[in-house]
């Protein structure tokens, strides 16, 4: 930032600090000028995550302050898919996804207001996602600074009109770029505008693209503890989600990006991933429950005719909810809900379980 030290400072506030400051063109007192300068010197590392809004508390049974997130997959039908999800069993619903037309507009949804009032009446946070593994390709170019505001406004009024508690920023791969750190400075101040939060969905190979100014404006990172290998990388068959994984990211995100432990939630899959002979490329785990009954508590299974399923049972899902827990982290992160079991089985309900242990 480039100033003129002689020039005058206006300084605003918002709930009891400094929000921001501007300069003025209005005359004050010398001594006065001087000694709001070297305020703002000091205090404006802290500026851009000393102002987060705290969020309503929700908590689960067994562990007051852990969060349960589960990203829900139903943009084609809400209604359908709010269903499928048990609101009694988790803290925080992010709806997966909102992505807009060319010109930046996000279509309307006359029952999504009341889904919501709905999830806040068990006192669950809603979030409005955005992006995704697989966004539109004009999604780089709103991102960009001759339609950014446009879409910034419209992407918030959007979330305010429906009463979601935040936007959920899950850009990933290409989107990733020089455009990234903009939009998520202009995005953060228009939601804190109004009161609400940020969040992303982040993975650990590919955010060391992001600058360390620019996670420090998120409220709480979704750590992606998954797609280690997949499909798409057949020559490398393996676990797409070890538990030396979920300890390996949050590390990073913790230790060696200095991301505060209550803001990192640990991601965990509700799907798996199959490599050779018969087995699917993907299946979700309430289908690989009916097909596998045997091969809930462990995290691959050996076909007949040698091709292998790797995915996250019982036991792995409840180690990694303990580690949250033993490190001081937000809690766990799902993708996604509508894969889980409805039965005894449920990944969900093993969450549970893990929370009430000891």
């Given at each position: 930032?480039?100033?003129?030290?002689?020039?005058?400072?206006?300084?605003?506030?918002?709930?009891?600090?400094?929000?921001?400051?501007?300069?003025?063109?209005?005359?004050?007192?010398?001594?006065?000028?001087?000694?709001?300068?070297?305020?703002?010197?000091?205090?404006?590392?802290?500026?851009?995550?000393?102002?987060?809004?705290?969020?309503?508390?929700?908590?689960?049974?067994?562990?007051?302050?852990?969060?349960?997130?589960?990203?829900?997959?139903?943009?084609?039908?809400?209604?359908?898919?709010?269903?499928?999800?048990?609101?009694?069993?988790?803290?925080?619903?992010?709806?997966?996804?909102?992505?807009?037309?060319?010109?930046?507009?996000?279509?309307t949804d006359p029952?999504?207001?009341?889904?919501?009032?709905?999830?806040?009446?068990?006192?669950?946070?809603?979030?409005?996602?955005?992006?995704?593994?697989?966004?539109?390709?004009?999604?780089?170019?709103?991102?960009k600074a001759e339609?950014?505001?446009?879409?910034?406004?419209?992407?918030?009024?959007?979330?305010?009109?429906?009463?979601?508690?935040?936007?959920?920023?899950?850009?990933?791969?290409?989107?990733?770029?020089?455009?990234?750190?903009?939009?998520?400075?202009?995005?953060?101040?228009?939601?804190?505008?109004?009161?609400?939060?940020?969040?992303?969905a982040l993975a650990?190979?590919?955010?060391?693209?992001?600058?360390?100014?620019?996670?420090?404006?998120?409220?709480?990172?979704?750590?992606?503890?998954?797609?280690?290998?997949?499909?798409?990388?057949?020559?490398?068959?393996?676990?797409?989600?070890?538990?030396?994984?979920?300890?390996?990211?949050?590390?990073?995100?913790?230790?060696?990006?200095?991301?505060?432990?209550?803001?990192?939630?640990?991601?965990?899959?509700?799907?798996?991933?199959?490599?050779?002979?018969?087995?699917?490329?993907?299946?979700?785990?309430?289908?690989?429950?009916?097909?596998?009954?045997?091969?809930?508590?462990?995290?691959?299974?050996?076909?007949?005719?040698?091709?292998?399923?790797?995915?996250?049972?019982?036991?792995?899902?409840?180690?990694?909810?303990?580690?949250?827990?033993?490190?001081?982290?937000?809690?766990?992160?799902?993708?996604?809900?509508?894969?889980?079991?409805?039965?005894?089985?449920?990944?969900?309900?093993?969450?549970?379980?893990?929370?009430?242990?000891?």
């Open positions: 930032m480039w100033y003129n030290p002689d020039q005058p400072i206006r300084v605003s506030f918002f709930n009891g600090i400094i929000f921001y400051a501007t300069f003025s063109t209005m005359p004050i007192a010398p001594h006065i000028a001087k000694i709001a300068r070297y305020l703002i010197i000091l205090l404006m590392p802290a500026l851009m995550t000393g102002c987060h809004r705290k969020a309503s508390p929700a908590s689960v049974t067994g562990a007051p302050g852990i969060r349960i997130l589960g990203y829900l997959n139903g943009s084609k039908n809400w209604s359908l898919a709010f269903q499928s999800v048990d609101l009694d069993r988790i803290t925080d619903l992010n709806l997966a996804f909102f992505n807009p037309d060319t010109n930046g507009i996000i279509p029952q999504l207001a009341e889904l919501i009032r709905q999830a806040h009446s068990k006192k669950v946070r809603v979030w409005m996602s955005i992006g995704g593994g697989s966004p539109p390709r004009h999604l780089a170019a709103l991102m339609q950014r505001k446009s879409f910034i406004e419209h992407l918030t009024a959007y979330a305010v009109q429906n009463g979601f508690d935040g936007v959920d920023v899950d850009l990933e791969n290409d989107l990733i770029n020089e455009e990234y750190a903009p939009f998520v400075f202009d995005l953060s101040a228009m939601l804190r505008s109004k009161g609400l939060q940020m969040t992303a650990s190979w590919n955010s060391h693209k992001i600058q360390d100014s620019t996670l420090r404006l998120y409220d709480f990172i979704n750590i992606m503890s998954y797609d280690k290998t997949g499909p798409w990388n057949p020559a490398k068959p393996g676990p797409h989600s070890p538990f030396s994984m979920a300890e390996s990211d949050f590390r990073y995100f913790n230790s060696d990006r200095n991301i505060p432990a209550s803001r990192l939630l640990i991601g965990v899959p509700f799907y798996g991933y199959g490599f050779g002979g018969s087995a699917p490329e993907s299946i979700a785990w309430r289908n690989l429950r009916l097909q596998y009954p045997d091969a809930i508590h462990s995290d691959s299974i050996i076909l007949a005719d040698g091709g292998r399923i790797y995915y996250n049972g019982i036991p792995t899902i409840q180690r990694k909810l303990q580690f949250a827990k033993q490190s001081g982290a937000a809690g766990i992160m799902i993708w996604e809900l509508r894969q889980d079991s409805r039965d005894q089985h449920s990944l969900l309900q093993s969450i549970h379980e893990a929370i009430n242990k000891n």
